[in-house]
C-alpha cells in the first residue's frame, strides 16, 4: 500500500516555466519532508514542514502542507536546468518517528 | 565530517554469490537504515537499526542480513543473491529523538548488478 501519492510523475519543462508537484495521502502525518536527488547520488533533504497549513520558501521553492496535514506541495518559479533531478516526499506518520514513509517520487527535466 | 560512506560503489555478482555492502557514518547518529530503490518503486526499507546491537527488519528485508556491533558501522549482507536484487542500494543515518522533523542522511549508494 502505497501512502504517499506523488504527481506527476514526470515532468518535462521549459527553462522559465513554473510547476507544481503534489504529495497525497489519505492519512494524517506528523510532518512531510521533500527531498531532491540527483543521478547517481542519494536523496537530499529540502525542507521539513510540521504546522497544518504551513508554507515554506527556499528561493524560488514554495512548499506548502494541506491543512488536514494530509497533502503537500512544492511549487518551483522560473525552473532552471539545476533544478533537473527526483522530487521526493516522505513522512513520519503520528506515532511512529522510527520509519519515513516514501512517496515514489517526480522526475522532473528542466530544457535550457 | 564525511557524513554517510559506502562501499563499493558499483558491483557485479553472479547468482549465489554473498557479499557485503559497507556503511559507515561519522554523525554519531544512532539510527541507521537500509533502502533499495528501483524504477517504479521508489524507497524500500530493507532493515533498520536504532542503536548498536539493535535490528529490525523493514518492509522487503527477505535476502538480506544487517548486524549492529558499533555507532559507526552498519554493514547489509547478501546471503546468496538473485536477479532479484539488482538495484541501487542506499545507507541512511539520523539522530535518535522524538523529533519528527529529524533529517535524514544518505550516502551516495552501491549499484549492485545481479547476473
Known amino acids: 500500500t502505497q501512502l504517499l501519492e506523488q504527481s506527476p510523475q514526470f515532468l518535462s519543462i521549459q527553462e522559465g516555466e513554473n510547476l507544481t508537484v503534489y504529495c497525497n495521502s489519505s492519512?494524517?502525518?506528523?510532518?512531510l519532508q521533500w527531498y531532491r536527488q540527483e543521478p547517481g547520488e542519494g536523496p537530499v533533504l529540502l525542507v521539513t514542514v510540521v504546522t497544518g497549513g504551513e508554507v515554506k520558501k527556499l528561493k524560488r521553492l514554495t512548499f506548502q502542507f494541506g491543512d488536514a496535514r494530509k497533502d503537500s506541495s512544492l511549487h518551483i518559479t522560473a525552473a532552471q536546468p539545476g533544478d533537473t533531478g527526483l522530487y521526493l516526499c516522505?513522512?513520519?506518520?503520528?506515532?511512529?518517528?522510527?520509519?519515513?514513509?516514501w512517496g515514489l517520487g517526480t522526475s522532473l527535466a528542466v530544457n535550457p | 565530517n564525511a557524513g554517510v560512506t559506502q562501499t563499493p560503489k558499483f558491483q557485479v555478482l553472479k547468482t549465489g554469490q554473498s557479499m557485503t555492502l559497507q556503511c559507515a557514518q561519522d554523525m554519531n547518529h544512532e539510527y541507521m537504515s537500509w533502502y533499495r530503490q528501483d524504477p517504479g518503486m521508489g524507497l524500500r526499507l530493507i532493515h533498520y537499526?536504532?542503536?548498536?546491537?539493535?535490528?529490525d527488519q523493514g518492509e522487503v528485508p527477505n535476502g538480506y542480513n544487517v548486524s549492529r556491533s558499533t555507532t559507526e558501522d552498519f554493514p547489509l549482507r547478501l546471503l546468496s543473491a538473485a536477479p532479484s536484487q539488482t538495484s541501487v542500494y542506499f545507507c541512511?543515518?539520523?539522530?535518535?529523538?522524538?523529533?519528527?522533523?529529524?533529517?535524514?542522511?544518505f550516502g551516495p549508494g552501491t549499484r549492485l548488478l545481479v547476473l
Open positions: 492519512s494524517v502525518f506528523s510532518s
Open positions: 537499526s536504532v542503536g548498536a546491537g539493535i535490528t
Open positions: 541512511a543515518s539520523r539522530p535518535r529523538s522524538t523529533s519528527y522533523q529529524e533529517t535524514q542522511y
Open positions: 516522505a513522512g513520519y506518520n503520528a506515532g511512529n518517528n522510527r520509519k519515513l514513509i
